[in-house]
C-alpha cells in the first residue's frame, strides 16, 4: 500500500514514485527500508469517529509510551489578545519504554511525559490551551473499546473505569498546569 500522492506516473509497465531519502538508501543496499508496510507496521485506517483524536488522548490509550513532549509556548504581546498562543511542540525519544499494564495511563503517568515552557507575562490558565492539551472521557473510553475489538495487543489489557473517571468530560488533562514552567 502505497500513499496515492506518492505515485507520479503509473502505466502497465512502470511507475514512478517518491521515496524518503531512508526508504531510498536501504533499498540501494538490498536491505528492507525499517518503516516499510512489509514490516507489518500498517495496521488499517481509524474509522471517522476516531479522527479527531488528540494526541494527549492517543498517549492516554497507548500501551507503549516513548516519547516525552515538551511544548514551548509565547503568550500574544498584544494586552488586548491573552488567550492568544504560538509555540511549538518536540517529541523526544526516551531511553526507556513505558508499558502499561492498565489502561487508560492515569493523568499523572501521561504528565510524566509532558513539560510546558510558558513564555508570557501572566500565569497560564489551562483552559485557555484549547485543544492543545484537550481530554474528552467518553472518547478516550470508546476508543480503547475499539482497540480492544480492533487491536490483538489490547485483547488481555485490563481496563480500569476507576482511572477513566478521573478525566474530565471534556477539558485539559487534569494536572497539566503542574507541568508549566514559566
Not at 54 to 69: L, S
Not at 100 to 118: C, M
Not at 127 to 140: Q, S, W
Request: charged share 20%; hydrophobic share 40%; aromatic share 8%.
Amino acid at each position: 500500500m502505497l500513499d496515492r500522492r506518492g505515485v507520479i506516473d503509473d502505466t502497465k509497465t512502470s511507475a514512478i514514485i517518491n521515496i524518503c531519502h531512508g526508504c531510498r538508501t536501504s533499498l540501494l543496499k538490498e536491505s528492507m527500508p525499517r518503516f516499510a508496510l512489509a514490516n507489518n507496521l500498517y495496521r488499517g485506517e481509524l474509522p471517522e469517529e476516531f479522527c479527531d483524536l488528540t494526541w494527549v488522548e492517543e498517549k492516554i490509550c497507548a500501551i507503549y509510551c516513548t516519547t516525552a513532549h515538551v511544548t514551548r509556548l509565547f503568550q500574544s504581546t498584544d494586552p488586548s489578545q491573552p488567550r492568544i498562543f504560538h509555540g511549538n511542540t518536540c517529541a523526544h525519544d526516551m531511553n526507556v519504554v513505558s508499558t502499561a499494564k492498565v489502561l487508560p495511563r492515569t493523568p499523572s503517568d501521561v504528565n510524566g511525559f509532558l513539560s510546558i515552557v510558558f513564555v508570557g507575562a501572566k500565569t497560564i490558565d489551562p483552559k485557555n490551551l484549547g485543544p492543545m492539551f484537550r481530554v474528552r472521557k467518553a472518547k478516550i473510553w470508546t476508543f480503547l473499546l475499539w482497540l480492544r475489538a480492533h487491536n490483538h495487543l489490547y485483547a488481555h489489557i485490563p481496563f480500569d473505569p476507576e482511572v477513566m473517571s478521573l478525566y474530565p468530560d471534556d477539558g485539559p488533562i487534569p494536572g497539566v498546569s503542574g507541568r508549566v514552567i514559566h
